[in-house]
């Protein structure tokens, strides 16, 4: 058991909070207005047109380069994606064009290029690119002839996904090429396995261009060494899209990170009635002979339940715990596993389904397990990385908390499957100075422990001029705080130092 003794600062609790919803789903769908395509006879050639929605002009297309003409074609097909499908409107059944392809010949590169009747308003408009699987797909612009630099067509990209809702995902994107990169091996060739992969065409990526354009070019590098192909959507909305919502914001989030956690730590899970799920991702380092991720004292959610040591071979598993009353394990799903998992990077989400007292355990995205007929919730003040404000069964010096997030509504296994691979914020919202440990002095004023430098005594009187103090989610200057908070207990304040 390792423990923090009664006294020590309580560290500093990160986090933001967000209205609660009361669904897991899209909050409200806008009206799709994807492109409706066109292709001419020869396959070379067509049009697009948004139908006037947001004022997007329609355009022309060309395809040029080594292609299969005949294999030109508007498809009608499902398209997944939760922030796309927030902003655009469902994808079921939307039309895509694709191009490229050929039975029996290698198909090397080929150039779609997209004009615009007029120039286009900057976030007006998206484009996915999917069917990834065995090619890359590297994007272009220019406004008025002029190309935009490769630099800033990188930060038109907004992720990687799987438009299945599964879990195959391209490589990566290669900002300096302005690139996605098809699947490959640590070997840096295409994966071997790529064409078996029951969902191998559902490989994604899309883009929102964040400046005006009136020509885009998509090229198609394939590197499958056989038939290949891409799909391209694009879609508007009756408004510019300048800022898209994270995927855990569309999703209802409660509260969640704004940036890793190297410590034991008090947040606010917020207020989490009925059927709730919790998000982790987290690298822990044992120590002792159990290990908490969150808990407040009651009850606590456990990556290695001590009491079940050994219910599968020799290895600790993960649990649930009501204290003094129960350690439960998770009940095994076949085929998958429940074991504990140190010294690398895991995603972990436990769904509490309130209707049939039943809580599932997903790890990397995949379900795992449950236990059943447990009445098991953590909502308001929780500690991170241990459980109580004692912090019992804590994680051992050099785990990290890369992230978490609380959910009102069981989240399905489609979407747990989507967030695994979704990253979480990896630092605050300002460049202002993140603070440590926070205690309360006697006197009215805190002391703040600076990550790597000394503690920072702030008297009530001088130095809290230039410091912002952020308690339970309420920002302003220390000085306006009334004396109720001021003298509330120990912890739950972050403070940034607005004027060094």
């Known amino acids: 058991m390792s423990k923090v003794k009664e006294g020590l600062w309580i560290p500093l609790a990160i986090a933001i909070w967000l209205p609660a919803q009361t669904t897991s789903s899209p909050a409200q769908e806008a009206v799709p207005v994807y492109v409706d395509w066109s292709v001419d006879r020869a396959g070379t050639s067509g049009s697009g047109t948004f139908n006037g929605v947001g004022g997007m002009p329609d355009f022309l297309f060309t395809i040029t380069g080594d292609f299969d003409s005949a294999s030109t074609s508007v498809f009608k097909e499902d398209f997944r994606n939760i922030v796309w499908e927030h902003l655009y409107g469902s994808g079921r059944l939307q039309e895509s064009l694709r191009f490229g392809r050929n039975p029996s010949a290698k198909i090397d590169m080929a150039v779609m290029t997209i004009d615009f009747e007029t120039p286009v308003d900057p976030s007006s408009f998206a484009i996915a690119l999917t069917d990834l699987e065995g090619e890359d797909a590297i994007i272009g612009a220019s ?3 002029v190309p935009i630099p490769n630099a800033r067509i990188a930060k038109w990209f907004q992720g990687l996904f799987d438009s299945t809702g599964g879990v195959n995902f391209p490589s990566g994107f290669d900002a300096t090429n302005a690139a996605i990169v098809a699947q490959v091996d640590s070997d840096g060739l295409l994966s071997d396995e790529i064409f078996d992969h029951p969902s191998s065409e559902s490989a994604s990526g899309w883009f929102l261009p964040n400046e005006s354009v009136d020509s885009l070019t998509i090229t198609f590098r394939n590197r499958a060494g056989e038939a290949a192909s891409m799909h391209v959507f694009m879609a508007a909305a009756p408004e510019p899209v300048s800022s898209p919502p994270s995927v855990r914001e569309v ?3 409660v509260a969640g990170s704004v940036g890793p956690i190297v410590g034991p730590t008090v947040v606010d899970f917020g207020h989490l009635p009925g059927a709730t799920t919790y998000e982790f991702a987290f690298t822990a380092i044992r120590d002792g002979d159990s290990t908490a991720i969150a808990g407040d ?8 339940q001590v009491a079940q040591e050994g219910v599968v071979g020799t290895q600790p598993v993960f649990g649930l715990s009501e204290a003094g009353v129960a350690d ?3 009940e095994r799903r076949a085929g998958q596993s429940i074991r504990s998992v140190f010294d690398r990077r895991v995603h972990v989400v ?8 039943t809580a599932r355990l997903y790890i990397d995205g995949v379900e795992a397990g449950s236990v059943l007929n447990t009445k098991f919730s953590l909502s308001g003040m929780v500690s991170l990385m241990a459980t109580g404000t004692a912090f019992d069964y804590a994680m051992g010096a050099g785990s990290v908390m890369h992230g978490w997030a609380a959910y009102n509504g069981a989240l399905s296994r489609s979407v747990i499957t989507a967030l695994s691979r979704e990253p979480f914020p990896a630092a605050g919202p300002s460049a202002a100075m993140l603070l440590g440990d926070v205690s309360r002095r006697a006197q009215g004023g805190l002391v703040f422990s600076v990550p790597g430098a ?4 702030v008297t009530y009187s001088i130095d809290l001029v230039n410091w912002e103090v952020i308690a339970e989610g309420v920002s302003r200057s220390f000085e306006d705080t009334d004396s109720t908070r001021i003298n509330r207990v120990e912890g739950y304040y972050r403070a940034n130092k607005i004027n060094p």
Request: aromatic share 10%.
């Open 297 to 304: 004292g009651h009850w606590a959610i456990k990556l290695e």
């Open 251 to 253: 999703l209802g989030m």
């Open 328 to 330: 439960d394990y998770f």
């Open 350 to 357: 436990v769904v509490n389904e309130a209707i049939g007292e």
């Open 454 to 457: 000394s503690p920072v005594d």
């Open 143 to 145: 406004l008025r002839g």
